[in-house]
Nanobody
Framework: QLQLVESGGGSVQPGGSLRLSCAAS????????IGWFRQAPGKEREGVSC????????TYADSVKGRFTISRDNAKNTVYLQMNSLKPEDTAVYYC?????????????????????WGQGTQVTVSS
């Protein structure tokens, strides 16, 4: 059974940093693109970032470019999202999910419709 588990969320002040982890079990990550998505209360789920399979291509939402960095460690079967300079508007539940290897090439890396095997999410709260 394919399963993704997120961790690393928490509460930080504006300007702070967090690193989220997305660990896979039941399958190896290196075939899949892995995306990070977030959903704030009352808002639609939105794509944050995605990393391709073996190519390592990445894509980011405009709202997080220059602040967030996605990376993967296939040996550890884990994808990370380093979040710096956090803002209150980054507050949300963050999810990771697996997509087909071509999602970035087709410009679909931030479209949650094309991802599956969703994790349970991890809460990120940015507040002073």
């Amino acid at each position: 059974q394919l399963q993704l588990v997120e961790s690393g969320g928490g509460s930080v002040q504006p300007g702070g940093s967090l690193r989220l982890s997305c660990a896979a079990s039941g399958f190896t990550l290196d075939y899949y693109a892995i995306g990070w998505f977030r959903q704030a209360p009352g808002k639609e789920r939105e794509g944050v970032s995605c990393i391709g399979s073996s190519s390592g291509d990445t894509t980011y939402a405009d709202s997080v470019k220059g602040r967030f960095t996605i990376s993967r460690d296939n040996a550890k079967n884990t994808v990370y999202l380093q979040m710096n300079s956090l803002k209150p508007e980054d507050t949300a539940v963050y999810y990771c999910a697996a997509g087909g290897p071509g999602v970035i090439d087709y410009g679909l890396g931030l479209n949650y419709v094309f991802f599956g095997s969703w994790g349970q999410g991890t809460q990120v709260t940015v507040s002073s």
